[in-house]
């Protein structure tokens, strides 16, 4: 079993600033690629970004330029770092942890943390 922790949610103005964290524990040799998801209100849960055990990351398009993903093997941590938020960035935001031969819905989940830009 693998847990995961996220934290850094919160409230912030447009075009502004959060980053958030997610530490695994557990079975840590069970999974290799991580990524960060998110769900609107009345919206299905979209993926954001990916990284790889190697450092290879995808985007989608729409937060392309504006944030970044990194990891730390030592700490068992991924990073999501977000600048220029929009309102539209509003969502639950998961970390999901998988092996890369497995499917998102296989992976495991953290408990969100929301993130909600608005003035």
């Known amino acids: 079993q693998v847990q995961l922790v996220e934290s850094g949610g919160g409230l912030v103005q447009p075009g502004g600033s959060l980053r958030l964290s997610c530490a695994a524990s557990?079975?840590?040799?069970?999974?290799?690629?991580m990524g960060w998801f998110r769900q609107a209100p009345g919206k299905q849960r979209e993926l954001v970004v990916y990284?790889?055990?190697?450092?290879?990351?995808n985007y989608a398009d729409s937060v392309k330029g504006r944030f970044t993903i990194s990891r730390d093997n030592a700490k068992n941590t991924v990073y999501l770092q977000m600048n220029s938020l929009k309102p539209e960035d509003t969502a639950v935001y998961y970390c999901?942890?998988?092996?890369?031969?497995?499917?998102?819905?296989?992976?495991?989940w953290g408990q969100g943390t929301q993130v909600t830009v608005s003035s």
């Open positions: 990284i790889t055990s190697d450092g290879s990351t």
């Open positions: 999901n942890a998988k092996l890369p031969w497995r499917s998102w819905s296989t992976g495991y």
């Open positions: 557990g079975s840590i040799f069970s999974i290799d690629v």
